[in-house]
């Protein structure tokens, strides 16, 4: 019922969003919980003729595991906080000749390391609690993370400024979410055998 009255709020074309939060969870039951759940609201919207309408799930950072990730359903874009050293390759190029394709190309840097690199950061206006604030961020990739060299996925960068007790220090907030997202952002389609 819950599902229904809110998906009646989000148009078709637009993803459902669906927030997963593990506090209350135990660490042993995090991937049936939240599985559950997303699965829950993914068969909910296809049951209601909205089978082509994506789910975007935002969880927090303990539910970044190889079991989660492999469990997702089609259909269901995740974006999750990741660890600061988090292993992550580039997508291995295309393969042409014989032999086994790989799995993994060289690795990329980790994920704090993007912070200090000299790139320049996209910025946008986002409102917060009535204000605007600047956030200045960097989508990186495709990438794959290392046990899932199947599921292609962006790394964003968030580089903000928090002021506490005075000083200003840069945070950052990483974030996988799968390649299918990337359509959600206008992006070229795949380019590989993805």
């Known amino acids: 019922m819950m599902l229904q009255e809110t998906a009646q709020e989000v148009a078709e074309s637009e993803p459902y969003v669906l927030g997963v ?5 135990p660490r042993s039951s995090l991937k049936m919980a939240g599985l559950t759940c997303v699965q829950w609201a993914r068969n909910g919207l296809d ?3 909205r089978a082509a309408q994506a789910v975007l799930v935002l969880a927090d950072g303990s539910f970044d595991t190889l079991d989660f990730w492999s469990g997702l359903p089609q259909r269901v874009i995740l974006a999750v906080r990741t ?4 292993a992550l390759y580039w997508l291995p190029k295309q393969h042409a000749g014989p032999g086994r394709p790989a799995s993994y190309d060289p690795q990329a840097p980790h994920p704090s390391e993007w912070l200090h690199k000299g790139r320049s950061w996209q910025k946008r206006d986002i409102p917060v609690r009535g204000k605007l604030i600047l ?3 960097q989508v990186i990739g495709p990438v794959v993370r290392a046990g899932l060299p199947h599921i292609p996925m962006f790394l964003i960068v968030v580089k903000g400024m928090h002021r506490k007790v005075g000083s200003v220090w840069a945070y950052v907030v990483l974030l996988l979410a799968a390649y299918r997202a990337w359509g959600l952002l206008g992006a070229p389609p795949l380019p590989t055998r993805w």
């Open 135 to 137: 956030m200045k961020f």
């Open 83 to 86: 660890a600061r050293n988090r």
């Open 21 to 25: 939060d593990g506090v209350q969870i």
């Open 47 to 49: 049951k209601l003729g």
